[in-house]
């Protein structure tokens, strides 16, 4: 398997404007989740999804976040519209749910909003 | 709620030094234990595991073993090499969903030649 793929990796944007983050978790991995990486905050987990459906989304920062995830193989980030302090990396991981078992997580994706 | 707790860094060191890096954890019950590492521009990665208290988890010279007693699960390498340069991850389940982790601050290593 080619692993968590995200995409873009990189994405420059302007204040107010709409960013889309992609993500396809491993094959047959039943849980999928955004994190969130800054220097002040670390790694926080925005939102995740059991089987495509959302648990808990008590991450998300604001209504300005949403997340879907259609079908078990495509996930997006939105932020519409984008602020300058959306900027961070932010991560996509899945993971079977297996006791013992652990969350795969892709390359990330470095959003800078100016 | 489960929580961890990271030693903080930079830590530097020469190569073929001793690491060891600090975790210890509150939880409920005894959850599997996790290192993870993260190289500079690259997403997070599994370095090591322990699922139940006395387990050593080793991989790339890395060892951690899970104490319960201490509630802890530190991070060591005999010898580093400048190639384990790297932000280092101490991590447990939330609870529930076993892959929902909570991850602690991060502890930057500078291995220098």
């Known amino acids: 398997d080619a692993g968590v793929i995200q995409s873009p990796r990189h994405e420059v944007t302007e204040m107010g404007q709409e960013v889309t983050l992609r993500c396809k978790p491993i094959?047959?991995?039943?849980?999928l989740f955004w994190y969130r990486q800054t220097m002040m905050r670390g790694l926080e987990l925005l939102i995740y999804?059991?089987?495509?459906?959302?648990?808990?989304d008590s991450g998300m920062p604001e209504d300005r976040f949403s997340a879907k995830m259609p079908n078990a193989s495509f996930s997006t980030l939105k932020i519409q519209p984008s602020e300058p302090r959306d900027s961070a990396v932010y991560f996509c991981?899945?993971?079977?749910?297996?006791?013992?078992?652990?969350?795969?997580f892709g390359q990330g994706t470095r959003l800078t909003v100016v | 709620g489960n929580s961890v707790t990271q030693m903080e860094g930079p830590v530097t060191l020469s190569e073929e030094a001793f690491l060891t890096i600090n975790c210890t954890y509150t939880?409920?019950?005894?959850?599997?234990l996790f290192w993870y590492v993260q190289y500079p521009g690259e997403g997070l990665q599994l370095l090591l595991k322990?699922?139940?208290?006395?387990d050593k988890g080793s991989n790339k010279g890395f060892e951690a073993t899970y104490r319960k007693e201490t509630t802890s699960f530190h991070l060591e390498k005999g010898s580093v090499q400048v190639s384990d340069s790297a932000v280092y991850f101490c991590?447990?389940?939330?609870?529930?969903?076993?892959?929902?982790?909570?991850f602690g601050t991060g502890t930057l290593l500078a291995v220098q030649p």
């Open positions: 991981a899945s993971g079977p749910g297996a006791r013992g078992t652990e969350a795969f």
């Open positions: 094959s047959g991995h039943d849980y």
């Open positions: 999804f059991n089987n495509n459906v959302p648990i808990d």
């Open positions: 939880a409920t019950g005894y959850p599997s």
């Open positions: 322990a699922t139940k208290a006395d």
């Open positions: 991590a447990l389940p939330y609870g529930g969903a076993t892959n929902k982790l909570i």
